[in-house]
């Protein structure tokens, strides 16, 4: 099995910073993008931002300029970090991994989600 465990979650005012971490164990063969999400309650859970096994980047529209993803490959593991913090990031934020597994006989990818981690951002 593959478990992601997200870290770095908390209480942060307005214009802070925080840095997410993701880290993906178990069978792995390889990691292909991995990504965050987030759901604020009573909202649908959206794409925060992704990065490829080749570090292509891609940000929700709210988040340009301010949220960076990046990823430790030799570690299973993605980042991001959070500045400008705007009381309407407050959410849960999911971590996201499509992992290559050798299953059956053939290489599969499988979506994986983690726990999620509380994000509050308020003076």
């Known amino acids: 099995q593959v478990q992601l465990v997200e870290s770095g979650g908390g209480l942060v005012q307005p214009g802070g910073s925080l840095t997410l971490s993701c880290a993906a164990s178990?069978?792995?063969?390889?990691?292909?993008?991995m990504s965050w999400y987030r759901q604020a309650p009573g909202k649908q859970r959206d794409l925060v931002a992704r990065?490829?096994?080749?570090?292509?980047?891609n940000y929700a529209d709210s988040v340009k300029g301010r949220f960076t993803i990046s990823r430790d490959s030799a570690k299973n593991t993605v980042f991001l970090q959070m500045d400008s913090l705007k009381p309407e990031d407050t959410a849960v934020y999911f971590c996201?991994?499509?992992?290559?597994?050798?299953?059956?006989?053939?290489?599969?990818?499988?979506?994986?989600w983690g726990q999620g981690t509380q994000v509050t951002v308020s003076s």
């Open positions: 178990g069978t792995i063969s390889r990691l292909d993008s």
């Open positions: 990065i490829t096994g080749a570090r292509t980047t």
């Open positions: 996201n991994a499509d992992v290559i597994r050798f299953l059956a006989g053939i290489y599969r990818t499988v979506d994986y």
